[in-house]
């Protein structure tokens, strides 16, 4: 006889039933069990309701026992919202760490870099000052255009019978704004010099007050100018030539405000050399002292043949406040720069 495998073993007959088989609950566990048993096409509303039926909303009691997860034989700790806890247990290693305190900042990770060094044409705001008096000059032109064109006609005519050219209101404002933009241009020239030349520190919030400081120097620079100019004219001269030479004057530093515009677009734009721009300054400084010399002559000296006069005249008038405004200038830098 062959004796049976002792591992095979008959197949046995399946004896669950249905009274034996695991029963799944009737009654749904979850929303989502809910949701099964509507139509594919129920309603928010209807779903909503269902949920209602099926689960009845009651209070949450939470438990007021003690945290028992503490050290064996040590009492459990204390909580931080208990206003007399002492702070020693307030305070720990990661007090200050900003894993522990997200609303803290954490900062950055690694090196910094190399900050960005400060260029004018990255800065909005001399851009922008700019780009508004550039806007500003093209308006002015157009209503002054014939004046100065006039003006610049006349220039070296010395007429035989002593004559002015009238001009509106609106034109002397527009002589007013270009005087106003020379005062701008010149502070902007001065501030690239002296972050040049002379120092990049100072005691100051930012740039923009320190070339606020010099606009205001500038302007008054030329109107203790024109305040002298005319007392004195007014002392010595009658007053149509005083007139005439004060529209003049206008007229010379409009157009000297004009000459400054581009250089000081290529310094700000394109970073052209300080020592191009300074001697670029310096030749239209001297073209407009020679300028303003010349008409001094022609309007007041002229018939007098009085040499000697209109250079003490001048020197008193024109040299002397120009290097006043250089001196006051040096004297407003030294004295709020830092000094390493």
Known sequence: MLRQDSIHTEPVA??????????KPTRPQTPYQVLRLLPKDATPAQQDSAIQAWFQPSEIHYSGQPDTLHLPGHSPGRSLKDVNLPQYYRESYFSNDSLFHPELDGGRFGVAGDPVPYATKNDNIITSLLLICFVITLIAFSFCRNFL???FKNFFYVPKTEHTITETSTEINSQFFFILQTCLLGALLFFFYTRTFVAD?????????LIAILLAAFIGYFFIKFLIYTIVNLVFFDGKRNEQFFRTLLVIHSFEGLLFFPVV??????????????????????LVKILTFYKC???????????????????????IPLFALWGGLSVIINAIKINF
């Open 14 to 23: 399946s004896s669950i039933t249905a009274d034996t088989a695991v029963q």
């Open 149 to 151: 064109v006039k003006q």
């Open 201 to 209: 520190t100072f005691m100051l919030s930012d740039e923009y007050l």
């Open 297 to 319: 002559f022609v309007i007041f000296f002229r018939q007098n043949g009085l040499f000697l006069q209109i250079i003490l005249y001048f020197c008193a008038l024109e040299i």
């Open 265 to 286: 677009l290529l310094l700000t734009f394109f970073d052209i050399s300080a020592q191009s721009v300074a001697i670029y300054t310096a030749i239209v400084v001297f």
